[in-house]
T-cell receptor, first 115, second 112 residues
Framework: SAVISQKPSRDICQRGTSLTIQCQVDSQVTMMFWYRQQPGQSLTLIATANQGSEATYESGFVIDKFPISRPNLTFSTLTVSNMSPEDSSIYLC????????????FGPGTRLTVT | GDSVTQMEGPVTLSEEAFLTINCTYTATGYPSLFWYVQYPGEGLQLLLKATKADDKGSNKGFEATYRKETTSFHLEKGSVQVSDSAVYFCALSDRSYGKLTFGQGTILTVHP
């Protein structure tokens, strides 16, 4: 399985500011995913990021709010822009296993609190 | 669209009790099914998986069987331990885009 790291592990930010979350994988992967886990809730997919193409966003998420970069096969960033307290969540990146079973492996998450 | 429904929680058990967490799904095609676990303060870990009907996934004493006829993937363990206290998520993956759809999660607390 892939080893995934995220930076920062947690942050406290003021409303109106932006935060960029980094996701690093120890092997080359085609598909990377970004999820949001609001307090006490399940995981919701924000977008799918493939290297060399624009990220694909799920309904309810837009590029202006959550711009994503995917410069190579081992790295991606998610920016949470113009933050409000409603953006307080855990943000997780994941990678596709590349196997026929389609499981994903997750990073440890970034816990964001917006004040 | 695809969806996953888990039994409402939280679930509180005594050590060595039998555990069942129900999970049903709605999907087009033939998804892969998963149980993920999130221990306190940690990230999400894959617990077990099943890729086709009648497959049984197992790991760490946990089991789940892919039941196509009832569209279910219930998680079971014969004897839970305090260390099993965590949040458990049922999920499915479509085979077209590899996207995961999660259930709402079930909080399990095991008391000594």
């Amino acid at each position: 399985s892939a080893v995934i790291s995220q930076k920062p592990s947690r942050d406290i930010c003021q409303r109106g500011t932006s935060l960029t979350i980094q996701c690093q994988v120890d092997s080359q992967v085609t598909m990377m995913f970004w999820y949001r886990q609001q307090p006490g809730q399940s995981l919701t997919l924000i977008a799918t990021a493939n290297q060399g193409s624009e990220a694909t966003y799920e309904s309810g998420f837009v590029i202006d709010k959550f711009p994503i970069s995917r410069p190579n096969l081992t790295f991606s960033t998610l920016t949470v822009s113009n933050m409000s307290p409603e953006d307080s969540s855990i943000y997780l990146c994941s990678v596709h296993s590349g196997t026929d079973s389609y499981e994903q492996y997750f990073g440890p998450g970034t816990r964001l609190t917006v004040t | 669209g695809d969806s996953v429904t888990q039994m409402e929680g939280p679930v509180t058990l005594s050590e060595e009790a039998f555990l069942t967490i129900n999970c049903t799904y709605t999907a087009t095609g033939y998804p892969s099914l998963f149980w993920y676990v999130q221990y306190p303060g940690e990230g999400l870990q894959l617990l077990l998986k099943a890729t086709k009907a009648d497959d049984k996934g197992s790991n760490k004493g946990f089991e789940a069987t892919y039941r196509k006829e009832t569209t279910s993937f219930h998680l079971e363990k014969g004897s839970v331990q305090v260390s099993d206290s965590a949040v458990y998520f049922c999920a499915l993956s479509d085979r077209s885009y590899g996207k995961l759809t999660f259930g709402q999660g079930t909080i399990l607390t095991v008391h000594p």
